[in-house]
């Protein structure tokens, strides 16, 4: 883990490095002043993700970062992998859609719980995701 002014990088490998990153993302929450709701918000859409890069991607890095736009400050999560990609992003956030056994509910419903959320891919070299949750939003 490396941190430089509110900005840190953490290697995830293995199931265990789950809950340190919610803590971490926690951290900035609370850091930030952010109401409990939007912490469960932005704690709950880091561990989806999270899952989906240990799954999906084979793991991979976690950037977490404080950010600012204007007078509103946030906590942008940065989940980067190198793992095969999404063949089809716009069926991959339809909600019900899964290559899992799971409800397909993990995409989609993680950009809801947020206030920005993107999503890069490239068949055969991964995925990044990033989402931001504003303390106000």
């Known amino acids: 883990m490396t941190t430089t002014n509110n900005k ?3 290697l ?3 199931e265990q490095d789950v809950v340190p990153l919610r803590n971490r ?6 850091k930030l002043g952010m109401s409990i709701l939007n912490q469960t918000k ?3 859409a880091t561990s989806e993700l999270v899952r989906n890069l240990l799954k ?10 404080s950010v600012s736009n204007g007078r509103d400050n946030g906590v942008r999560v940065t989940f980067i992998d190198k793992g095969p990609g999404i063949k089809d992003i716009a069926l991959a956030m339809q ?4 290559t899992g056994k799971s409800l397909g509910l993990g995409l989609p419903g993680t950009k809801r ?4 959320f993107d999503i890069q891919t490239e068949l055969g070299s991964g ?3 990033t989402i931001i949750k504003w303390k106000n939003g």
Do not use: A, F, H, R
Request: charge should be negative; aromatic fraction near 8%.
């Open 95 to 98: 909600d019900g859609y899964s």
């Open 127 to 129: 995925t990044t995701v």
């Open 8 to 10: 840190e990088e953490l």
């Open 113 to 116: 719980l947020v206030n920005e």
């Open 25 to 30: 993302v926690k951290d900035y929450g609370v």
């Open 12 to 14: 995830i490998i293995k």
């Open 42 to 44: 932005l704690i709950t």
């Open 56 to 65: 999906y991607g084979g793991g991979g890095k976690v950037i977490i970062e």
